[in-house]
């Protein structure tokens, strides 16, 4: 295969000449993985070879994990998406806002004018933060003792909100509390919630927060940048005995493993022969959650952990229950094709309301191809956006 051969030499090339220190990549549609490979080595100081079954830290990715962990309950009915989350996990029932510092470095807080969501955290609404990308929590955390996150100690929890519930969207620890609240309702530590209702039905036999023998023999090591852009191992590894189990950031895991998560997504809440979400459930968790606010550039205040992150520049993110959302195609979306001089239009009209008169799938689109469209106001909107935009031999494609 002419594209895997290509994918195989780059990431090749970068592992050979040491810009990354290994890698594994697949990627998948909803019937079957389409591309995997690995590349260059786990470890720089030793001698072993990246595989397939490679262990990662796979960090933020935990949070999709988290928040589906979530949705499952919500769908039972035993979490709410808009009840004051404050019910479930006490700590949250009166959030505290940072607004700044006193003449002698002490932080001022003020109580929260809203309570704090399911919604709000899973959309990182609720006004937490990262230190990583938040200067003054960078110094509240200093001046108080307070720990870091990834301590995953329950005073790294204590910290205050940045900003009222539901005013402004920062990524922060919202998804550790939600980690705790399916804790809270399910009356299982996250781990065995997720073993039990995720992993094993998906088949990821290959993740956990505890990393077992096994695991650690495919352990890949951590890396920093030198002084001259070298790469170095460096000693990096989340709590094995932690207080709390961090629904942020904390599982190890495989590319494989992982493969078969999103998969579940692409097929609508089923993998693995089983159902862990209603497909109504995935669909939602795919729409904007946060209204007009729009995901922010986020500047690093801990230039060791980070640098600057600004995704799609210039375009307008939204989020959805875990998830970025796209407002426009991105660069590396294929292009559509032009239709020839003087030949018909080709319109493609993701239309609902259309799509329910032509196929039974809610989901599908109507395609109508040709120069007459249909007789209808949905067919009267898609000509006139034909003539505003496309001209008499244009094409154009609606999404409803």
């Known amino acids: 295969m002419q594209n895997q051969a290509q994918i195989d030499?780059?990431?090749?090339?970068?592992?050979?000449?040491?810009?990354?220190?290994?890698?594994?990549?697949?990627?998948?549609?909803?019937?079957?993985?389409?591309?995997?490979?690995?590349?260059?080595?786990?470890?720089?100081?030793?001698?072993?070879?990246m595989t397939l079954d490679s262990v990662f830290w796979i960090a933020s990715m935990?949070?999709?994990?988290?928040?589906?962990?979530?949705?499952?309950?919500?769908?039972?009915?035993?979490?709410?998406?808009?009840?004051?989350?404050?019910?479930?996990?006490?700590?949250?029932?009166?959030?505290?806002?940072?607004?700044?510092?006193?003449?002698?470095?002490?932080?001022?807080?003020?109580p929260a004018k809203n309570p704090i969501?399911?919604?709000?955290?899973?959309?990182?609404?609720?006004?937490?933060?990262?230190?990583?990308?938040?200067?003054d929590m960078v110094k509240f955390l200093a001046k108080t003792g307070t720990p870091r996150v990834a301590t995953c100690k329950n005073a790294a929890l204590k910290a205050p909100i940045m900003s009222d519930p539901g005013t402004r969207w920062e990524y922060g620890i919202n998804i550790d509390f939600v980690g705790k609240a399916v804790e809270a309702v399910s009356g299982k530590r996250l781990g065995a919630y997720f073993r039990e209702h995720l992993f094993t039905p998906l088949g990821m036999t290959d993740t956990g927060f505890k990393l077992?023998?096994?695991?650690?023999?495919?352990?890949?090591?951590?890396?920093?940048?030198?002084?001259?852009?070298?790469?170095a191992p460096i000693p990096f590894e989340i709590e094995q005995n932690p207080e709390f189990e961090m629904g942020g950031g904390g599982l190890y895991g495989t590319a494989g493993d992982y493969i078969k998560f999103t998969r579940m997504i692409l097929n609508k809440g089923r993998g693995n022969g089983n159902r862990v979400l209603k497909a109504e459930t995935v669909?939602?968790?795919?729409?904007?959650?946060?209204?007009?606010?729009?995901?922010?550039?986020?500047?690093?205040?801990?230039?060791?952990?980070?640098?600057?992150?600004?995704l799609y520049p210039g375009m307008a993110k939204k989020w959805g229950i875990s998830f970025l959302i796209n407002t426009a195609k991105t660069p590396e979306a294929p292009q559509p094709r032009q239709p020839r001089l003087g030949g018909p239009c080709q319109h493609i009209l993701l239309d609902r309301s259309i799509a329910r008169r032509h196929r039974r799938d809610f989901d599908a689109s109507a395609a109508v191809r040709g120069p007459q469209m249909p007789g209808n106001v949905y067919g009267l909107r898609a000509r006139r956006l034909c003539r505003a935009r496309c001209g008499p031999t244009g094409s154009v494609t609606m999404r409803g």
């Open 9 to 49: 030499e780059v990431l090749r090339e970068r592992s050979d000449s040491q810009e990354i220190p290994g890698v594994v990549a697949i990627a998948a549609t909803a019937d079957e993985v389409i591309y995997q490979g690995a590349h260059g080595k786990r470890d720089l100081a030793k001698a072993e070879a």
């Open 212 to 231: 077992g023998d096994a695991q650690r023999q495919r352990l890949v090591g951590m890396h920093a940048r030198g002084a001259q852009e070298s790469l």
């Open 117 to 135: 969501t399911l919604r709000h955290l899973m959309t990182h609404t609720a006004g937490f933060c990262y230190d990583t990308w938040n200067g």
């Open 62 to 110: 935990t949070k999709a994990i988290t928040s589906t962990a979530a949705m499952q309950l919500v769908e039972q009915g035993k979490l709410s998406l808009d009840a004051p989350i404050g019910k479930v996990l006490p700590d949250l029932t009166s959030p505290q806002v940072l607004e700044g510092f006193d003449a002698n470095g002490a932080p001022t807080l003020r």
């Open 283 to 310: 669909a939602t968790m795919g729409q904007n959650h946060i209204g007009e606010l729009t995901m922010t550039r986020m500047t690093s205040a801990v230039a060791s952990g980070s640098n600057d992150v600004d």
